[in-house]
């Protein structure tokens, strides 16, 4: 079969062809590289076009032309700036001597926070009043254990000696409740009464019933505080009333723990205020439970700078599952201001858990422009933040690919932001439609469409 190719004046010499359409015209041999290049382009796109045409003739090549896949984009992308956050500050207490352990946030603050995580003022034996009574009980609940929540325990009754105890804790001007004589309380109702608003003289009738005399107590206790490793801690009597009970903020902190794993403790401590038998509605001491989080534990105080204060709190920081939280403060001054401080101090570590913004919603990132022409903005979907501790360090990553339709709102990818055990993620999008090439650029640019 003869094309007419093949016929004088046709193309049978394909090279001399490319030669010439790219050849510079006689006397312009020292144009402009730019110029000569631009020729060259030409010379190449002719010499494609009249290839098409020589195999497959010109319906080939327009089939070939109009369906032929588009050349990728040309696009310009910058992740956006890692915001850097300022460290947070611990508001810990001026007066007197603190140390404050918090679990649950090793991701956040370090493992070492589930220790001692910070303190202040002096770390030696303090007096630590009324906290005594908060290791009276779990001294006769080692002894003497309830079977479940709803065991209310063995009945304790109360004598004319019982009874004579209110009078002699009244003129010490002590939290007392009434004992009358005749009467009777459960050992549960009774270890109430004696931690809830503090009654002294039911932790001298509570401890003396399980242990048979104040000196059974006391040895009892020192035992308990050995094996439990409370070496810094010592009870000479079950009320507190002495300033010889004293213990250090370290000893505490473990107290702390150990009460608040306590079933049958941590559900009194957390009693606002109850009906109790013959105490009648009896009040709880600690003024804060229900703020900040906080579930107990134990307030003393043997007058001015002796104030103390051993606490529990499921801190809400807005990362899931509240910090379980256990301080103490002794040597204050008053009341107020020991609730005052605790309150700074755990408003402080809320503070330090804080939202970084990160992008806003159309932020644009980049561009992409299509060789047929026309271009469209790189922008964020939607705006993100991250919520982290203090300073922690936020890193970035993204996924971006070459658009595969050009349409506005097509996801081409995604970044994400890391900082500890948290990460925000947010896709990336094109910004307005670019419109498909032509028919005639794609008949005019076989270059292109050629790859």
Known sequence: MTTELDEPGGFADFDALVRDAARAPEGLADVDPRRRRRRRWIGWTVALVILALVIGGPTAYVTWALTAPLPAASASFTEPAVPVTAAATLSLPAQGSSAISVAGGNEYLGAEAAGIWATSGPQEPAAMASITKLITALVV??????????????????????????????????????????????????????????????????????????????????????????????VVDPTG????????????????????????????????????????????????????????????????????????????????????????????????????????????????????????????????????????????????????????????????????????????GSITWTAGPRTATVDVVIEGEIEPPTEWWRLTHPSELGG
């Open 241 to 412: 009333i002495s300033p010889r009970n004293t213990s250090t903020p370290a000893d505490l902190i473990a107290l702390g723990r150990i009460a608040a794993a306590h079933p049958d403790i941590a559900a009194i401590v957390d009693t606002p205020s109850a009906t109790i038998g013959s105490a009648g509605i009896v009040n709880n001491t600690n003024g804060l439970l229900g703020t900040a989080g906080i579930t107990g534990l134990k307030t003393g105080n043997l007058g001015a700078g002796t104030f103390a204060f051993l606490y529990t709190s499921r801190l809400d920081v807005g990362v899931g599952t509240p910090l379980a939280v256990v301080g103490v403060m002794l040597g204050g001054q008053s009341r107020e201001s020991v609730n005052g401080d605790v309150l700074r101090l755990l408003g402080s570590i809320q503070e330090g858990f804080h939202d970084v913004p990160l992008v806003t919603a159309g932020q644009q990132l980049g561009d992409v422009t299509a060789p047929w022409g026309g271009a469209a903005r790189v922008v964020t979907a939607s705006a993100a933040d991250i919520r982290t501790w203090s300073d922690t360090p936020i890193t970035v990553t993204s996924d971006i690919r070459t658009p595969e339709t050009y349409v506005d709102g097509e996801v081409i």
């Open 141 to 234: 609940l080692d002894a003497h254990p309830l079977a479940s929540p709803e065991d209310q325990g063995p009945t304790l009754w109360f004598d004319g000696a019982d009874e004579d105890l209110y009078d002699t804790y009244y003129v010490q001007n002590v939290t007392i409740a009434p004992m009358p004589a005749g009467s009777s309380m459960t050992l549960r109702g009774a270890l109430a009464t004696m931690l809830i608003p503090s009654a002294s003289n039911y932790a001298d009738v509570v401890s003396t019933w399980a242990f048979g005399s104040r000196a059974g107590f006391v040895a009892a206790a020192r035992a308990w505080l050995d094996g439990h490793g409370l070496a810094q801690t010592t």
